[in-house]
């Protein structure tokens, strides 16, 4: 299988102010968000990292979809360098995280022309396309509203047509069903299976156990910035459902009682 991710020794501290010193109970101004973390990721695989909140995954994906540098190691996408080449980066992946917000004012219409422009795309393609994502999410009869006025799911919904619009071939999913109710949640989930049909690569970041173990090939392990645990699913898991033998792995990593 071709390679198309390979994470080196990423590593990302955060400074801290006293107040959240505080809350996160350290001593010193500096938080070690992510600790030389390392993985590869296929050509037509998914990949997923399993964590608690706090752990460092969306961190790790901000890094490879070049939102923030690294302190040191790099992420290369496809052969270019998150680094070196983020232009190159941006046009191979598709970002979809809960944290990104539309502007209220204008309409789903309005968006996915934006984005389309900003990749270089043709009005012929662009149309294309929206129409392809549009029907599938159905948003087609929302297509005019404005963002502000949309529901939670449809919001998630244009959110996630607008961040794979340029149809990438690597896809990088943050949390994509969080906060969403069951009905846009299976939508999501289903349009995920879809992209694994395609032949996607896509990394994937959830709480929910069922759907990594379901659709990963791969599952990486994130604990307290460290990477514990990462290999095809059944390697990880070792005949135990993932939830069971996350929770071994948590309480022999960080010595809790759950």
Not at 131 to 140: A, H, M
Request: aromatic share 8%; charged share 25%; hydrophobic share 40%.
């Amino acid at each position: 299988m071709k390679e198309i991710l390979t994470v080196t020794n990423l590593c990302k501290t955060f400074k801290l102010s006293k107040k959240q010193q505080q809350l996160k109970k350290l001593n010193k101004p500096v938080f070690t968000a992510v600790d030389n973390v390392s993985f590869k990721s296929y050509e037509g695989e998914v990949f997923g990292l399993l964590g608690p909140n706090g752990a460092g995954k969306t961190t790790i994906m901000r890094m490879i979809a070049t939102l923030i540098n690294p302190d040191s190691g790099d992420a290369t996408v496809d052969g270019y360098s998150a680094v070196k080449h983020p232009k190159n980066v941006r046009q191979k992946i598709g970002f979809l995280t809960n944290e990104l917000k539309l502007d209220e004012y204008f309409t789903p219409n309005y968006l996915f022309a934006f984005f389309a422009e900003l990749h270089g795309m043709s009005k012929d393609k662009t149309e294309h396309r929206r129409k392809e994502l549009f029907k599938t999410f159905g948003i087609d009869q929302f297509a005019e509203v404005k963002v502000g006025n949309l529901s939670q799911g449809m919001k998630q919904k244009v959110s996630l047509a607008v961040s794979i619009v340029h149809d990438p071939s690597i896809i990088i999913f943050d949390e994509p069903t969080n906060g969403l109710d069951v009905i846009t949640s299976k939508v999501v989930i289903d349009f995920l299976v879809d992209l694994k049909k395609q032949n996607k690569s896509i990394i994937l970041s959830s709480h929910i156990f069922g759907l990594l173990e379901d659709l990963c090939d791969r599952v990486g392990i994130i604990i307290h910035g460290k990477m514990v645990a990462c290999d095809t699913v059944d390697q990880v898991t070792q005949g135990k459902p993932l939830e069971e033998k996350f929770f071994d792995i948590y309480r022999e990593t960080t010595k809790e009682a759950i």
